[in-house]
């Protein structure tokens, strides 16, 4: 409490009762600087105070101006913009632009954009070797980052990442080719041959074509669901700090180029803990079956035997507000595609999630994954594919973050530091003597 005539400082007094020495450490933006701890030592010589947290739960390892998200309110925005509006107003690729630029693009910003981005979704023929080295059941997405590090060798000279040109560069042919590598990768797992873009479709409509086409001249799009998939790119485009963001910041900031970094960040999201939960949806949606096991299949739940895989979110403590955007378009594209029955065992479970104390308690909702694998299956992708689906969305959010980290300034190489608890010095037995 603030005793009355005490003036407001924008700091915080640190008392080590260890020593009864007082600190005062500057406050900006709610944040301490780490490094201020330092000061704090017992001893003249200790390296002094650091803090502790694995797993970054409490840490910003950044400053950034791109996304926002406020988890108990339930919002999401791209550089100031609600992700529901953008969702309705602007293409993938406006919100692409406007992630690694700051500013929408106007018409002709736009235009040029577009061109330069179709321009670049021819890979190497090379890279197609690449792929057909791949074992037949060869995972897409290990394909997919193994086609993101071998664009580095494509283009050796991107490793100037301070040059403006080399940047640009890359910010097209990484957003460019992600699809291309994508459907190729899908397309040797089926083992069918690979289609190449068609620059004059959409960036959603094109990645259809190189996934489905098989004999027909020219390939036409069902324009709700190339509308849906550019949606769904739109929505998994940045969430700020995640863990491939973070990947990306990481690699990149040993001035790696920037395919190495992304395959980085896409090796990351690759984990089931990250780009993985969709799949898991379906199979537990699979599991159920129909609509008069979910009370038994929610009991379970609250006694512990497993998760209601889709809930809740280590940031939203509401519901995530792309998972209504999401809820919209499945049945948009249910309408295109026929009505699957998961697709009603998915709203009940949430009709009866929401009404159910565990959860409310909990502040467990549907997230971005509760009905995004339901949209992908409709449209005929396997489940392999839905991380390497949203590693195309996310491609942006990845470069936004790395042109970031790279023009600020106080960023240097990540380097955390550790807890040592290991051993003391101790001498190398020989041989003779181990146990
Ligand atoms: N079903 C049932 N109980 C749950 C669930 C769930 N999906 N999620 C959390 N809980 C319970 C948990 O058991 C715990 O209860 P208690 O306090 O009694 O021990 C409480 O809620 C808090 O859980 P937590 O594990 O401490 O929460 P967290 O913030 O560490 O976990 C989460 C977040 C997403 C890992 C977790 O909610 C979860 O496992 N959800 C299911 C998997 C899933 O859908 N993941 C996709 C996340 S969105 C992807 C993205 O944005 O990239």
Redesign the pocket.
Same mark, same amino acid.
């Given at each position: 409490m603030q005793a009355q005539g005490e003036v407001k400082k924008n700091s915080l007094t640190i008392t080590d009762n260890r020593t009864g020495k007082s600190y005062e450490v500057p406050v900006e933006n709610d944040t301490i600087r780490a490094t201020d701890l330092r000061q704090i030592k017992v001893n003249p010589d200790d390296f002094g105070m650091m803090t502790y947290d694995p797993a970054f739960m409490n840490t910003a390892s950044c400053k950034s101006k791109i996304t926002f998200i406020d988890g108990d309110k339930g919002i999401l925005r791209y550089r100031g913009y609600p992700i529901e509006q953008l969702a309705e107003r602007c293409s993938c690729l406006e919100v692409a632009y406007l992630l690694i630029y700051g500013e929408l693009p106007n018409k002709a910003q736009l235009a040029e954009w577009t061109k330069n981005i179709t321009t670049h979704t021819f890979v190497h023929e090379n890279l197609k070797k690449l792929m057909d080295g791949f074992h037949h059941d060869a995972h897409p997405m290990g394909m997919f980052v193994s086609g993101l590090a071998a664009l580095s060798t494509f283009y050796p000279s991107a490793k100037h990442i301070e040059s403006k040109e080399e940047r640009q560069m890359t910010f097209y042919r990484l957003i460019g080719k992600a699809p291309t590598i994508s459907a190729f990768a899908y397309r040797h797992s089926v083992g069918m041959p690979y289609v190449h873009p068609d620059n004059d479709l959409s960036y959603p409509g094109n990645f259809l074509n190189m996934m489905f086409r098989i004999a027909e001249p020219k390939y036409q799009p069902h324009p709700v669901l190339e509308k849906a998939l550019d949606v769904l790119y739109i929505l998994h485009a940045d @969430?700020e700090q995640?863990c491939s963001a973070n990947a990306m910041r990481g690699v990149g900031s040993s001035h790696v180029d920037p395919y190495s970094a992304a395959a980085a960040a896409a090796a990351a999201l690759y984990g089931p /803990?990250? %780009?993985g *939960?969709n799949e *898991?949806?379906l199979r537990m949606l699979d599991e159920i079956g129909s609509k008069d096991k979910i009370p038994g299949f929610i009991k379970d739940?609250k006694e +512990?035997k497993g998760? /209601?895989? +889709?809930? %809740? @979110?280590?940031v939203y403590k509401n519901y995530?507000p792309r998972a209504s955007i999401i809820k919209r378009l499945a049945e948009q594209v249910f309408e295109v595609t026929g009505r699957d029955a998961k697709l009603d065992i998915a709203l009940e479970l949430e009709r009866i999630a929401l009404q159910d104390d565990?959860?409310v308690k909990?502040k /467990?909702y549907p997230?971005?994954?509760?009905y995004s694998g339901l949209i992908y299956q409709a449209m005929r992708f396997p489940v392999a594919m839905f991380p390497v689906l949203f590693a195309i969305g996310r491609m942006s959010g990845w470069l936004a973050q790395w042109a970031e980290m790279l023009d600020d300034s106080e960023q240097k190489i990540a380097r955390p530091r550790q807890v040592y608890l290991g051993h003391d010095k101790r001498d190398v037995p020989l041989m003779n003597q181990r146990a």
């Open positions: @969430h995640n /803990l990250h %780009g *939960a *898991a949806v739940v +512990g998760r /209601l895989m +889709g809930f %809740g @979110h280590r995530d565990y959860f909990r /467990l997230n971005v994954d509760f």
